[in-house]
Every structure is written in C-alpha cells, then in structure tokens.
C-alpha cells in the first residue's frame, strides 16, 4: 500500500549516492532497535566487510562515529522510501521488518536479511523463499559469511531478477492498493449504516468468538474415543486371561492324571470347574 514513486534525495545523501561509480549499499536496522547500542566488536566486524567492498555504504547509525571507512557514511535518518527508489541502490542490509521487506519489493531491491526478534524470523524466511535476498541469523554473523552473503547477492542477477518479478506481481492489479483502500473508506463514510459491512464476529458470544464451543466439543469427542478404547481393551484383556487360566487349569489336569491312573476316571476338570463356580459365603 505505501508503493509510491519515491522523491528525490537531497543534501549530502543525494551527492553521496549519486557519486557512486559503482552503486550504493543501504543498511539499516530499523527504527525499534537502535544500531548504535549493538557490541563494539559486531560493529567492528561490520565494517571490517564493508570496507572490503567496492559499493558506496549508507548506514543508518544514531550517534556520531569515527573511524569509517572511505566506502561508508552514516546518517542518523534516512528517507528509507525515496533511498531504496534511487537506481543507485543495488542491496539492502535490513533487519526484516515487515515495512522494510514491503518496500524492498515495492523498488526491487534484493536484501542481506540478519534477523534480531519479533515477526522479523519469519518475514525473512518468506523473503529467502521467494529467493530475493540471503539471511544471517544475527547470532551466527560472521565476517566471512557476511562478506560472502553481499557479494552473492550482488554478482547473483537471480536475486533482482526474483523481486523484479514478485513486485510485478503484486503491484498488476487494477487499481493500486492505497487507491483500493481509500475507495473503501470512503464507501464507508457513504454509507455508514449498511449492514451488510458489519462483521458477523460482532454477533457471536463470547465463548463463540474465541472457538471455546468448538475446543470443549473436541474434548467430548477425544474422552468419548478414549472410553471406547479403553472398554475394548480390557475385554480383550479379560478374554487373553480367562484362556491363559483354563490353559492352566487343563496343564494341571493333565500332570495329576499322569501320577495317578485312577484320577482319570473322574472328571477332575468339571470338579475345578464346580469348585470355581460355587457361590461363596
């Protein structure tokens, strides 16, 4: 929805990024975590790769520091919509906001995805999907696999070619989603009493509302089944046992029989089975 031609640039950004020979590298970490309050050394293994790299570097970065390298500046803020519309703009290093991936599709900009927390795992697991960019876990940031991410996703036109053609996407639609939503609001103020714009949720209970019917209706049913189970495994077990003793009774039997000849004559079986059968006191 916030796909909109960027403006121009302006100041000592504009001559910076368009004063690059080679194009210009975007970092960013968003608004929610503040960059400057990550450890020493992870900043200094960051600049350790960008100053490996031929590309122009902006980095957003809240205070002032000292000791960058010729490649790098720094900026405390960025009009973040109008840099990623630049041409110059060829990577942008994000922590995977949902804004930011938004955007970076919105202007066809392939990303260095390094997750911190939040939606932002998930976001970028997307975005490795779709294939337009690779992802760093934050924790697992290295300066060989951070240099190696860039420099893939640079000299890899598979990457541009993914977010070109999802942008082309989602944006062929007939009318440009912002236009599509301030239609809708204005629909709405048009017409503020249709009822058929009312949500059925606000008609529900409670309970209703957040499936609590549904959730005890599940419960009925698992206790039901497991009921059923367990009356058809004890009559089998009883069964099994109720074999397993006349088995035992007929080895009896038989062992008696074999001492004496004169037990044969009886029905030693039918008197266990009497004596079993008695009604007791």
């Known amino acids: 929805m916030s796909c909109t031609p960027g403006s121009g640039l302006e100041g000592e950004l504009k001559s910076w990024v368009e004063g690059a020979e080679h194009g210009v590298i975007y970092l960013s970490f968003g608004s929610v975590v503040r960059a400057s309050e990550m450890p020493e050394e992870r900043r200094l293994l960051i600049l350790s790769v960008l100053s490996k790299l031929k590309q122009r570097v902006v980095w957003k970065w809240e205070k002032e520091m000292t000791g960058l390298p010729s ?8 009009p973040q919509l109008d840099l990623l519309a630049h ?4 990577l942008f290093i994000t922590h995977g906001g ?18 911190i927390m ?29 240099l190696e ?8 036109p598979s990457y541009l070619e993914s977010v070109t053609s999802l ?37 529900l209970y409670w309970f209703q509302y957040y ?3 549904v959730a005890v209706f599940i419960l009925f049913v698992v206790y039901i089944v497991y009921k059923i189970l367990r009356t058809i495994l004890s009559l089998l077990c009883g069964l099994c046992c109720k074999q397993k003793n006349l088995k035992t009774e007929d080895t009896i039997i038989n062992k008696i029989s074999s001492f004496n000849p004169i037990y044969r004559v009886f029905p030693l079986k039918c008197i266990f089975l009497n004596l079993s059968n008695r009604p007791k006191k």
């Open 87 to 90: 041409p110059a703009v060829k």
């Open 167 to 203: 942008q082309n996407l989602i944006l062929d639609t007939p009318i440009h989603p912002l236009d599509n939503t301030v239609w809708w609001l204005e629909y709405l103020l048009r017409h503020p009493h249709n009822p058929r714009m009312r949500s059925p949720a606000k008609d």
């Open 211 to 213: 499936l609590l019917d």
């Open 118 to 146: 939040g939606d932002q795992m998930n976001n970028l697991a997307e975005a490795l999907t779709q294939h337009i960019g690779i992802v760093l876990p934050y924790s697992q940031v290295r300066e060989d696999n951070l």
């Open 98 to 115: 949902a804004g930011s991936i938004q955007e970076t599709i919105c202007y066809k900009t392939p990303i260095v995805g390094i997750p």
């Open 149 to 156: 991410a860039i420099t893939t996703v640079l000299e890899d």
């Open 71 to 78: 490649n790098v500046k720094t900026f405390s803020w960025l």
